[in-house]
């Protein structure tokens, strides 16, 4: 049967090349008579894919030397927690709220009764537009980004200046184009996007700040125990991991983040072309120059809801999938995250641009 194309915010689509690798594998890992799977963390069987990983994601973000990379569980949502608990000093945290993921670090940092504040937001035009004006003081403790907001589709086309360490979700878009390590202290992600499969956070967090976790921080939750043990303090997900050390040497593959991120301007700019030459037949949620290149979030004329179901119900005839829209803007989302083919995306834009004239 034909791969459906996967266009889901998470998880969502992996590399056929990955998936097939990964099948191949699955019962003898390289003649060891066993799967991956079943192999003990503490085998070197184990031990060289966790380093091979660890070091891909170093070459593939040209990650310097003064910052450690971990294999974190929890998901991206216990970072809400986490950074806060290793990183607050007693002062102000300083956030930009630019979406559902901002507002939910936010209250985590609130729940453990740390200061924050709002230094930029969006919120009052339902999260349409990364604000321009921002201005992280240099008192805070450190200050907090979602470089890609997976439900609104709106991006960081750069990361703001901050005095204090940058702290950056990156969720949605790591492997996506390279990262300025001049301005960011800490970035994390759920692999479940851009990086394999979901079980798995990645956090790259800059050496000088492993020594501020407080003292009754829980062993699990604390960054430089993780960092000591090279990720291995506990049972790391080694599956997961092993499929993501397949995804970045896919990546690898394509010639590296450049390549992607060139590959993905041209894949978004089919779908934004198609929304800015219907004649307002499809609106996009994002204004221009806020738009993500990972996730395009659209209505049908006038958020119509019958139009917008049957374009769906007409998608997931041609095995188009996921492209439900988050119900907290409607409409429709599509996720075109590194996996997606420029074909996939074809496809979905001719099925619009049909809708379109069958429905003026
Ligand atoms: N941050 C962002 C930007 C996300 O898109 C998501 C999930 N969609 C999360 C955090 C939460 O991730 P998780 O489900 O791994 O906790």
Not at 9 to 26: D, F, N, T
Request: charged share 20%.
């Amino acid at each position: 049967m034909q791969p459906a194309i996967n266009f889901g915010a998470g998880p969502s689509m992996i590399p056929q090349e990955v998936l097939k690798e990964a099948q191949e594998q699955l019962l003898d890992f390289h003649g060891n008579g066993l799967s991956i799977m079943e192999a003990s963390h503490r085998s070197s069987m184990y031990e060289d894919i966790h380093n091979a990983a660890i070091a891909d994601i170093r070459e593939l973000l040209s990650i310097p030397e003064d910052f450690e990379v971990l294999f974190l569980q929890g998901g991206a949502s216990l970072q809400f927690a986490m950074i806060p608990l290793n990183l607050y000093k007693g002062g102000v945290i300083e956030f930009v709220d630019t979406g559902t993921w901002s507002s939910k670090a936010i209250q985590e940092a609130k729940i453990l009764g740390y200061t924050t504040r709002v230094v930029a937001s969006s919120k009052e035009s339902t999260y349409n537009h990364i604000p321009t004006d921002i201005h992280f003081s240099a008192e805070a403790d450190y200050a907090y980004i979602t470089s890609n907001n997976t439900i609104y589709g709106t991006q960081y086309k750069t990361y703001p200046d901050a005095p204090t360490p940058l702290v950056v979700d990156a969720s949605s878009d790591i492997f996506s184009y390279p990262i300025d390590w001049s301005k960011t202290s800490l970035l994390f992600a759920g692999a479940q996007k851009n990086a394999g499969p979901s079980g798995v956070t990645i956090v790259i967090i800059k050496k000088e700040l492993l020594d501020r976790a407080k003292e009754n921080t829980p062993t699990m939750l604390r960054y430089d125990i993780h960092a000591q043990n090279n990720s291995l303090y506990n049972t790391p997900p080694t599956f997961a991991i092993y499929l993501l050390g397949l995804t970045m040497k896919w990546i690898k593959a394509q010639g590296g983040v450049e390549a992607i991120r060139r590959y993905n301007e041209e894949k978004a700019a089919l779908l934004y072309n198609t929304i800015d030459q219907s004649n307002g037949f499809y609106v996009g949620h994002a204004l221009c120059d806020s738009r993500s290149l990972m996730n395009v979030s659209f209505n049908v004329r006038g958020k119509d809801k019958a139009l917008e179901a049957k374009l769906l119900a007409l998608a997931e005839e041609a095995r188009m999938i996921g492209l439900k829209g988050h119900r907290s803007v409607g409409g429709l989302r599509a996720s075109i995250y590194n996996a997606m083919r420029k074909e996939g995306v074809a496809a979905l834009v001719d099925l619009m641009e049909t809708f379109a004239k069958n429905h003026r």
